[in-house]
């Protein structure tokens, strides 16, 4: 057999492929890159001896298991300042909500995010990049929301966007100035909303980060026809779209969503059945985000079981925030989503990976172990795959390869 011109070929490993919406289990495996792409994927008898002497490096790996690189749908990880004292307070009674009217909540992360210096910003998100590195994370969608003025929008944007530079992660950055009114432009909704389609948008195109617009669609924050503006015009604009959708109530947001043509609706504990069924008919993906429903105490759940009998994508993200999802840990969102929202572990891990490169518009490029897909590789110290959800530990990684390149150690070591 001709020369494969590979540079990497792991071998005696246990793949988990995630194709056709299964973990795609192969046992004593091998996979191949070359270029930074996956070339071959399969069983290690099928390899050709000639395969095997023509890669430049062979990484032997003792019965491992392997997953793509996981996938981060959704996250809030560029901002300023902290909420512990929103944390406080919740725990001394308040709600969510309620603080939120009062000037904390999202605003309080307004005002210490307006203050932060690029710099700032940047060296925390990286920490909390890094983060998410040590638990397998290649891939970090991340939004801005925490400006709602069009230098701090875009500011996070670049921030989000340079991060590249300083952790071993792609970044999906999404423009969400439709995050919350801010206090300027209080009893003036309308014009902060012309800001955002008249001002904030087309200043994001020009700038050329963001890859989805999102709005935050409930009763303290956007309507459904505000909502169903922004997302209208940044989907016209070429952007992918994304919903914060019926988290706290129903507003018919699962149904907007599959209306304007999103890509994704995200937390969907109030998602209605007729909101399940719109989405289902237009392809829209689930977002599940458990670590927002158990942060806040939510009194619904997400209407998994319905979804699922649908046919609905769904996705899992740690939602990480200051606020409502403080959370970097990869293992412990895995494990609510199984034991809070009742996914089997297959599809939490699904949910990390090919659902969610389907939400962010990258599945043809990553998610899965095929070939012509990223070289992004994960290498777990587990027995079995569900142990990734099961046990509520240390990071079981062992290994991260982006591009078809190891990297030298985890991203951060946690155990
Ligand atoms: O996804 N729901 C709105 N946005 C974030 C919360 C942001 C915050 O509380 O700072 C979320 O949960
Ligand atoms: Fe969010």
Redesign the pocket.
């Known amino acids: 057999m001709a020369a494969p011109g590979w540079d990497r070929l792991w071998t005696g490993v246990q793949l988990a492929t995630m194709t056709d919406r299964s973990l795609g289990v192969i046992r004593n495996g091998a996979i191949a890159s070359a270029g930074g792409r996956i070339a071959w994927v399969g069983r290690e008898v099928d390899l050709a001896a000639g395969q095997r002497r023509e890669a430049a490096e062979v990484i032997p790996c003792g019965g491992a298991w392997m997953t793509p690189g996981l996938i981060d749908c959704?996250t809030?990880i560029v901002?300023g300042g902290d909420?512990s004292d929103?944390f406080r307070r919740r725990l001394h009674g308040e709600s969510?909500s309620d603080i939120?009217r009062g000037g904390g909540?999202?605003m309080s992360?307004v005002r210490a995010t307006r203050l932060a210096s690029m710099e700032e910003l940047t060296r925390s998100a990286a920490a909390r990049g890094r983060e998410l590195g040590g638990w397998g994370v290649t891939t970090i969608e991340v939004k801005s929301?925490?400006g709602l003025d069009l230098e701090t929008e875009l500011r996070m944007l670049e921030v989000a966007a340079a991060l590249p530079r300083h952790i071993p992660a792609d970044i999906s950055p999404t423009l969400?100035a439709a995050?919350a009114i801010p206090p300027e432009y209080a009893g003036r909704r309308s014009d902060y909303l012309k800001l955002i389609l008249e001002a904030i948008l087309p200043a994001a195109l020009e700038q050329g980060h963001a890859t989805a617009i999102d709005a935050?669609c409930?009763d303290i924050?956007f309507t459904p026809g505000e909502a169903r503006a922004v997302l209208e015009a940044g989907i016209d604009a070429g952007l992918h779209g994304r919903l914060?959708a019926d988290?706290l109530s129903d507003l018919g947001g699962g149904a907007l969503a599959a209306e304007t043509g999103a890509l994704s609706a995200?937390?969907l504990e109030y998602l209605s059945d007729a909101g399940v069924r719109a989405m289902a008919s237009a392809g829209v993906c689930a977002v599940l985000?458990p670590g927002?429903a158990y942060t806040l105490g939510a009194d619904r759940l997400p209407p998994v079981r319905a979804l699922r009998r649908a046919g609905v994508t769904m996705a899992v993200a740690t939602?990480a925030?200051?606020?409502?999802?403080p959370i970097t840990n990869v293992g412990m969102i895995l494990n609510l989503a199984c034991i809070r929202f009742g996914l089997t572990p297959e599809e939490a891990l699904l949910g990390f990976t090919s659902a969610a490169a389907r939400v962010l518009g990258l599945e043809d490029d990553r998610g899965t172990l095929e070939p012509g897909k990223r070289a992004d590789l994960a290498l777990w110290d587990v027995e079995d795959p569900a142990q990734l959800c099961y046990w509520m530990g240390a990071s079981p990684l062992s290994s991260l390869v982006r591009d078809g390149v190891p990297l030298a150690v985890a991203p951060s070591s946690p155990g």
């Not at 925030?321 to 999802?325: A, H, V």
């Open positions: 959704h809030h901002f909420r929103d969510y939120a909540g999202i992360t929301g925490y969400l995050h935050f409930e924050a914060h988290q995200d937390h985000l927002a939602d925030n200051p606020g409502s999802s």
